[in-house]
């Protein structure tokens, strides 16, 4: 059962265009983390939100929190080539570390 | 400061043989964990180490197995490989968990399984 779904899976879009992907559960998080993962790389960590209805911002990034703690949704605001690659949503429940994944929404940004 | 390496970047072994895969945390960190990314399923979690004991379990058959030093450093061993077992497999260190400073991956070894 995959716990935290994303959606959509895929996207393809033009420089300069907006986007918003998300990550979506009926379980509740303590934390939400968002990475993003390069060809051949590991994931890189760009956030992680803790309470309902969080905000926060990383550049043309902006990453919100939903207010029951159950989803999340990252922003990118004027797209960049640099932006190209797999964004996971990563949330970890109660006071466990066993982290819970998406399966992660593959972005291309086409010059 | 340096970040979590794993070794090696890249691997091709035949079915039926074992496998094992090196990772060096960031220093400083004691917790140690691995996982398996594939296209199909995602990234799933193997195991995690802290103080050189095994803290957690994902739900992975026996052939997957791991330890961890007192310096921290940690292998996982695969045995009598099958084709599935092709994925990237990482590690990820953290000082402490989700809330503190979050999980800092390698870059992965590349297993392929012929």
């Known amino acids: 059962t995959q716990l935290l779904e994303q959606s959509p899976q895929f996207l393809s879009i033009q420089e300069g265009e907006n986007l918003t992907v998300y990550c979506n559960s009926s379980s509740v998080f303590s934390s939400l983390q968002w990475y993003r993962q390069e060809p051949g790389e590991g994931p890189v960590l760009l956030v992680t939100?803790?309470?309902?209805?969080e905000v926060k911002k990383l550049k043309r990034l902006t990453f919100q929190f939903g207010d029951a703690r159950k989803d999340s949704s990252l922003h990118i605001t004027a797209a960049q080539p640099g932006d190209t690659g797999l964004y996971l949503c990563?949330?970890?429940?109660?006071?466990?570390?066993?982290?819970?994944f998406g399966k992660g929404t593959k972005l291309t940004v086409n010059p | 400061k340096a970040g979590v390496t794993q070794t090696p970047r890249y691997l091709i072994k035949t079915r039926g043989q074992q496998v094992t895969l090196s990772c060096s945390p960031i220093s400083g960190h004691r917790s140690v964990s691995w996982y398996q990314q594939t296209p199909g399923q995602g990234l799933q979690f193997l195991f995690e180490?802290?103080?050189?004991?095994?803290?957690n379990k994902g739900n992975f058959p026996g052939r997957f197995s791991g330890r961890q030093f007192s310096n921290s450093r940690s292998e996982m061993n695969v045995s009598t490989l099958e084709l599935g077992d092709s994925a990237l497999y990482l590690c990820?260190?953290?000082?402490?968990?989700?809330?503190?400073?979050?999980?800092?991956f390698g870059s992965g070894t590349r297993l392929t399984v012929v």
């Open positions: 939100v803790v309470t309902g209805g």
């Open positions: 180490y802290f103080s050189e004991t095994q803290r």
């Open positions: 990820a260190s953290t000082l402490g968990g989700a809330l503190y400073g979050g999980y800092t």
């Open positions: 990563i949330g970890t429940q109660g006071g466990s570390e066993k982290l819970v």
